[in-house]
Antibody
Framework: QVQLVQSGAEVKKPGSSVKVSCKAS????????LSWVRQAPGQGLEWMGG????????HYAQKFQGRVTITADESTSTAYMELSSLRSEDTAVYYC????????????WGRGTTVNVSS | QSALTQPASVSGSPGQSITISCTGT?????????VSWYQQHPDKAPKLLIY???NRPSGISNRFSGSKSGNTASLTISGLLTEDEGIYFC??????????????FGGGTKLTVL
């Protein structure tokens, strides 16, 4: 059964960038797409973007276009999400989730990475 | 890509049934049979309950069922258990034109089992 292991919590200053990793173990990486979803404190889920590793294609929600970059390293079964120009509103838990097809649904989730943006 | 609309809260008694709605547009819920539902407990990652409108992953109780009519999808939970308390999110595949597509979530519905 595949598991997604995310990197640890981060504390960042406004204006800086953060890069979160998500390593898949115990299953196929390339056969699926991979989504990044965030959740601000007390708020709902927000789809940020995703990648289809086998094609190397990325897709981003309009809200994050220009500020988020999603990449994947098939050799290590690891995906990355980098968010730049951080502001306090980016404080959230960031999840990676294995997705089926064109992000039709997310069946395996990482445990989340807390990113705290504070001066 | 506006968020899908869900009621903020619903409640029910043990053994009862409840339904949570999820309203979108023809660019998401109404345009694709790719609606999924997730359950989230405090400080936990979301858990997939329903995918492709009506399908349950292996291990999910048949007390959970999904449906869709037009631009509105619904999740029904029958035989409520106290452990069903949590927040429920719908999600739909969406296509915004010019090759931009992905997912969009609803705002979440808090279920209280009285």
């Amino acid at each position: 059964q595949v598991q997604l292991v995310q990197s640890g919590a981060e504390v960042k200053k406004p204006g800086s960038s953060v890069k979160v990793s998500c390593k898949a173990s115990g299953g196929s990486f390339s056969s699926y797409s991979l989504s990044w979803v965030r959740q601000a404190p007390g708020q709902g889920l927000e789809w940020m973007g995703g990648i289809i590793p086998i094609f190397g294609t990325t897709h981003y929600a309009q809200k994050f276009q220009g500020r988020v970059t999603i990449t994947a390293d098939e050799s290590t079964s690891t995906a990355y999400m980098e968010l730049s120009s951080l502001r306090s509103e980016d404080t959230a838990v960031y999840y990676c989730a294995r997705s089926f097809g064109d992000y039709q649904y997310m069946d395996v989730w990482g445990r989340g990475t807390t990113v705290n943006v504070s001066s | 890509q506006s968020a899908l609309t869900q009621p903020a809260s619903v409640s029910g008694s043990p053994g009862q049934s409840i339904t949570i709605s999820c309203t979108g547009t023809s660019s998401d819920v109404g345009g694709y049979d790719y609606v999924s539902w997730y359950q989230q407990h405090p400080d936990k990652a979301p858990k997939l309950l329903i995918y492709d409108v009506t399908n349950r992953p292996s291990g999910i109780s048949n007390r959970f069922s999904g449906s869709k009519s037009g631009n509105t999808a619904s999740l029904t939970i029958s035989g409520l258990l106290t452990e069903d308390e949590g927040i429920y999110f719908c999600c739909s595949h969406t296509y915004g034109g010019t090759g931009v597509f992905g997912g969009v979530f609803g705002g979440g519905t808090k279920l209280t089992v009285l």
